[in-house]
């Protein structure tokens, strides 16, 4: 089974559809990630920095990814703004992109001590500079599904080992390089 039949949200297998389609032509450039052409996406994409220490930066993220968190991760690192498992997650799911140019799918589970909150996916989308040199930026875009059951208060105010809730049940998938 290929990488995008196995991506479960709808929104994110568009934006890997807009990514693949630019692929064929060759690696798809930081350029070619403009607002116009990204526009579905932009409330919940980020494009994140791959530093050559192999930290991440966020260079710009959408407004609901900041509103969800609770304040703008622009130009913050990575390991700066997450912990625990989420770091974990993110940090495999970037690393993994970036040094094997290829897309990667992670779907996770938000619990806390009593029960599943939310089902958590995201999507890292390689892009070079040049077309003949290095990852230097992914695009990313993440939807959270709240559980039917969790409540509003929850759902308002959630950052990674904050009362007791943490991402489980990680599983990431990886495509193809080009």
């Known amino acids: ?67 969800h968190l609770g304040r703008n991760l622009t130009g913050m690192l990575l390991d700066e703004v997450r912990t625990g498992s989420t770091l974990a997650l993110l940090q495999k799911l970037l690393s993994s992109a970036t040094a094997n140019d290829v897309p990667g799918y992670a779907v996770s589970r938000l619990s ?23 990852v230097t930026t992914i695009l990313g875009a993440w939807y959270i599904e709240w559980n039917p059951n969790t409540p509003s208060g929850m759902m308002a105010f959630y950052q990674d080992g904050q009362q007791g809730m943490t991402e489980t049940e990680a599983k990431i998938i990886f495509g193809t390089g080009t």
């Open 1 to 67: 089974m290929n990488l995008r039949d196995q991506i479960a949200h709808a929104e994110l297998r568009g934006l890997y559809d807009w990514w693949e389609e630019k692929r064929r032509l060759g690696p798809v450039l930081r350029k070619d990630a403009q607002p116009e052409a990204l526009w579905p996406w932009l409330p919940t994409m980020n494009l994140i920095d791959c530093l050559p220490d192999g930290r991440f930066r966020y260079r710009l993220t959408g407004t609901t990814f900041d509103r």
């Open 112 to 134: 806390d001590e009593v029960q599943p909150l939310a089902t958590y996916h995201r999507i890292a989308l390689p892009l070079h500079q040049t077309a003949d040199g290095p």
